[in-house]
C-alpha cells in the first residue's frame, strides 16, 4: 500500500520560508516520478514543481521559478519543497503526488497515480 503524508506546511509572512516534506512509503522510490500541486480556494489545481528520481531532473511551474525548489532524501524516503520569497498568492493547499514510473509530461496531475492528503500553507501580507 502506497502513502504519502505531507507535512511543514502554516502560516508565514510574505517574503519568508517553508519547507514541506513527504514521506512516502510502499513505493519503489528510486526509480519514481515525484511532483508537487498546489490549489487555492475556488482556483483549479496548479503544478508547482516535480523531480524524476531515475535522473535527478527537475521541473517547475513558471509562478514559483527561481523561489522553490524539490529535492529528496533517498534513505529517508521523503522529497521536500523548499519554498522561498513567499507571496500571499502561494497560500493554497499543497499536495505531493507520486508516480511508480518515469513521467515525460511532469505537470500533469493524471500521470500520478498516488496522492498524499495536503498540507495548508498560508502566507500574509
Known amino acids: 500500500q502506497v502513502q504519502l503524508v505531507e507535512s511543514g506546511g502554516g502560516l508565514v509572512q510574505a517574503g519568508g520560508s517553508l519547507r514541506l516534506s513527504c514521506v512516502v512509503s510502499?513505493?519503489?522510490?528510486?526509480?519514481?516520478?515525484m511532483g508537487w500541486f498546489r490549489q487555492a480556494p475556488g482556483k483549479e489545481r496548479e503544478f508547482v514543481g516535480a523531480i524524476a528520481k531515475s535522473d535527478g531532473r527537475t521541473y517547475y511551474g513558471d509562478s514559483v521559478k527561481g523561489r522553490f525548489s524539490i529535492s529528496t532524501d533517498n534513505a529517508k524516503n521523503t522529497v521536500y519543497l523548499q519554498m522561498n520569497s513567499l507571496k500571499v498568492e502561494d497560500t493554497a493547499v499543497y499536495s505531493c503526488?507520486?508516480?511508480?514510473?518515469?513521467?515525460?509530461?511532469?505537470?500533469?496531475?493524471?500521470?500520478?497515480?498516488?496522492w498524499g492528503q495536503g498540507t495548508q500553507v498560508t502566507v500574509s501580507s
Open positions: 510502499g513505493l519503489t522510490f528510486s526509480s519514481s516520478t
Open positions: 503526488a507520486a508516480s511508480a514510473v518515469f513521467v515525460q509530461a511532469m505537470s500533469y496531475a493524471q500521470n500520478y497515480r498516488y
